[in-house]
């Protein structure tokens, strides 16, 4: 079946590094995937998505690409900041089927 | 703010009883989905309505049920309660029954249920 594989947490950086959060998936067919952030105490928030292999979603400075080649959709950032300190889940849509990765922690230090 | 309204936003009971969440979707979306998040679970998807009929089923207990309104609103009734269905429990809207290039799903703030 369909399923994400992300890079452990929890990820540690200073302010202004630069971030790479990895993500690869399994899937059928040709799935939609997503970034979502969830921020200390609130429900999910999409981030940013592709629908088809090679677009680029970009938001708030992040941005991630759909690699049909190595099924990847890592998400970057150029220099973090201490707000973006929350929990990064990837995530597919393929037909009805929705998949999380387990969720990457965040953490960005002044 | 998404647009996809929860409540209540805290929930304690006790081992054995039921309990009942409601969602209210965005304006306009026929979609209403249900997730459980736990700490060693991750998110998991429960299950899905579009426009008042059941439209998937992921990992959803038999002790658990749902059901979406003629107004799109939807509740997910919790029975039988274990310690470990301690859970935030979100639900998410879209306007299709599944996602497009135009569409996504918009997340509620969650219910956070404790079972003691």
């Known amino acids: 079946g369909d399923s994400v594989t992300q890079m452990e947490g929890p990820v540690t950086l200073s302010e202004e590094a630069f971030l790479t959060i990895n993500c690869t998936y399994t899937a059928t067919g040709y799935p939609s995937l997503f970034w979502y952030v969830q921020y200390p105490g609130e429900g999910l928030q999409l981030l940013l998505k592709a629908t088809k292999a090679d677009d680029k979603g970009s938001n708030k400075g992040f941005e991630a690409t759909y690699r049909k080649e190595t099924t990847s959709f890592h998400l970057e950032k150029g220099s973090v900041q201490v707000s973006d300190s929350a929990v990064y889940f990837c995530a597919l849509s393929e037909g009805q089927n929705f998949v999380f990765g387990p969720g990457t922690r965040l953490s960005v230090l002044p | 703010d998404s647009g996809v309204t929860q409540t209540p936003k805290h929930l304690i009971t006790a081992t054995g009883q039921r309990v009942t969440l409601r969602c209210s979707p965005r304006s306009g979306d026929l979609s209403v989905y249900w997730y459980q998040q736990s700490l060693d679970q991750g998110l998991q998807f429960l299950i899905q309505?579009?426009?008042?009929?059941?439209?998937a089923k992921g990992n959803i207990l038999e002790r658990f049920s749902a059901q979406q309104f003629p107004d799109l609103h939807s509740e997910l009734n919790l029975s039988s309660l274990e310690l470990g269905d301690s859970a935030l429990y979100f639900c998410?809207?879209?306007?299709?029954?599944?996602?497009?290039?135009?569409?996504?799903?918009?997340f509620g703030p969650g219910t956070r249920l404790t079972v003691l």
């Open positions: 998410a809207s879209s306007v299709e029954w599944r996602v497009t290039s135009t569409d996504t799903q918009y």
């Open positions: 309505y579009y426009n008042g009929e059941e439209r």
